[in-house]
């Protein structure tokens, strides 16, 4: 019985164990961030069918997916994919994330041959198409925070760091995010930032 303390609940655990209503809330917003997603892809959809004359077929193929978790870094999230094309060594994809307590994001992310199709675009147009925009400097793929450690702004960046992190690196991530505070606003913030990505892509 050495470890009971542990097990016992502080004031304010007591309050929240006792109380379903901020649960049920929180139910209700994870509800309409998936049905903002859902209504996003439906634009994103149309956009990608006014430029298919030159996206790759693999591209215009793919569907939306809505995904949703519990625990990236202990916190609740939504994830909408689309475009999504994932294989071992060849990825193209724009995600959209919601994370709560911390931002709504959108992330370009290339590698395979769609880094090397479009990474002269990403160079040369990039800072032009989106300003406030970040790139991922970490050795992995597959994290989404914007700590230091993983993405710091692009305009920062040398005109030969730039180029050695799109040209050497064997993937581009790209980001913009947006503060919960903009709740009202983030649907149209992030159709015009994929509108931004297509058309940087676009060139």
Partial sequence: MSNISKLMLSDEEQQLVNNPGWILTKRV???KVCQMMADMAESQKQIIEREKNWLPPVILRS???IAK???YLQLPYVLLDYPRCFDTTNIFAVRTMFWWGNF????LHVSGIYKQLF????LENTEAAMPGIFICINESQWHHHFEPNNYIPFKQLSAKEREALILEKPFVKLAVKFPLQQ???IPMLLDSSFKAIIEMLKG
């Fill in 29 to 31: 917003i994870i509800d």
């Fill in 63 to 65: 569907t939306p997916k």
């Fill in 69 to 71: 978790g519990e625990n």
């Fill in 104 to 107: 709504f994001s959108i992330t």
């Fill in 119 to 122: 990474r002269e675009r990403i």
């Fill in 183 to 185: 709740w009202n606003d």
